[in-house]
């Protein structure tokens, strides 16, 4: 458990509390997380580790993202 601010987004939190396991030498194989802590930075840097993150990936909800699903309509 980790305490943040409260304006702290909760993708920051991630990689500190895995930093901190692994300077305690309790690093996990793997962590269960909800859809505000990861990022595709994250997930990559933690499976060069050898730690598995299942999570959902946020949507991208971008302009190019939304033109991109728009113009496979048939």
Known sequence: MATTVST???V???AGIQQRLTEHR?????HYLDSGYP???????????GITMATPMPADHSAQARAMRQSQVP
């Not at 990022?39 to 580790?49: C, K, P």
């Open 26 to 30: 309790v690093k996990s194989g793997g």
């Open 39 to 49: 990022s595709a930075d994250l997930v990559a840097a933690a499976a060069r580790e």
């Open 8 to 10: 702290a987004p909760d």
């Open 12 to 14: 920051t939190a991630a």
